[in-house]
T-cell receptor, first 117, second 111 residues
Framework: EAGVAQSPRYKIIEKRQSVAFWCNPI?????LYWYQQILGQGPKLLIQ????????DSQLPKDRFSAERLKGVDSTLKIQPAKLEDSAVYLC???????????????FGPGTRLTVT | GQQVMQIPQYQHVQEGEDFTTYCNSS?????IQWYKQRPGGHPVFLIQ?????EVKKQKRLTFQFGEAKKNSSLHITATQTTDVGTYFC???????????FGTGTRLKVLA
């Protein structure tokens, strides 16, 4: 079974530039998560989709971050414009969870390491 | 808001010694998951606990969910160098969708 795919793996940008990350979850997984992990800290949920609907985006800085999940499969996370404090690893995860079943474990992708200079 | 704390933050042990990390939530949880993250890697699922007082074992690892469902622990017996990494708990409150990850415990095992 293929795992969660993410690209790019690394990205270096200057502050005020834009960046986008892509995630392809495990086939059949209804729930998709985007986490931000700053060095030395636990993952912090940015946004959670169930199929193509948003179920939680309470910690997403909506003035600069946006995310979409088209057709309930792939997802993209965008930052525009980036700030120095956005330097982190952005992790995508997926799980089988649906509104009537669960809870299930989360499968994480390898992450994208973003450096903002 | 909901907070999940873990102690200790760091632990260095000699190979063969035991290790325990504790996870405490400010709110009652519906379930808790444990993950291991190797240096430079991504979190990998270890176990999920759902019932009050539940205890689960995986070889040398023992996981426990508190009676009040506000705390949990992970105990490793006779640590090995392959146990090196950061252990995170992640708890979900009933009626919510998201998991709150703990602050993590970084384990180093000295051979």
């Amino acid at each position: 079974e293929a795992g969660v795919a993410q690209s790019p793996r690394y990205k270096i940008i200057e502050k005020r530039q834009s960046v986008a990350f892509w995630c392809n979850p495990i086939s059949g997984h209804a729930t998709l998560y985007w986490y931000q992990q700053i060095l030395g800290q636990g993952p912090k949920l940015l946004i959670q989709f169930q199929n193509n609907g948003v179920v939680d985006d309470s910690q997403l800085p909506k003035d600069r971050f946006s995310a979409e999940r088209l057709k309930g499969v792939d997802s993209t996370l965008k930052i525009q414009p980036a700030k120095l404090e956005d330097s982190a690893v952005y992790l995508c995860a997926s799980s089988l969870d649906r509104s009537w079943t669960g809870p299930y474990e989360q499968y994480f992708g390898p992450g994208t390491r973003l450096t903002v200079t | 808001g909901q907070q999940v704390m873990q102690i200790p933050q760091y632990q260095h042990v000699q190979e063969g010694e035991d290790f325990t990390t504790y996870c405490n939530s400010s709110t009652t949880l519906s379930n808790i998951q444990w993950y291991k993250q190797r240096p430079g890697g991504h979190p990998v699922f270890l176990i999920q606990l759902v019932k009050s007082g539940e205890v689960k074992k995986q070889k040398r690892l023992t996981f426990q969910f508190g009676e009040a469902k506000k705390n949990s622990s992970l105990h490793i017996t006779a640590t090995q160098t392959t146990d090196v990494g950061t252990y995170f708990c992640a708890g979900k409150t009933s009626g919510t969708y998201k998991y709150i990850f703990g602050t993590g415990t970084r384990l180093k095992v000295l051979a």
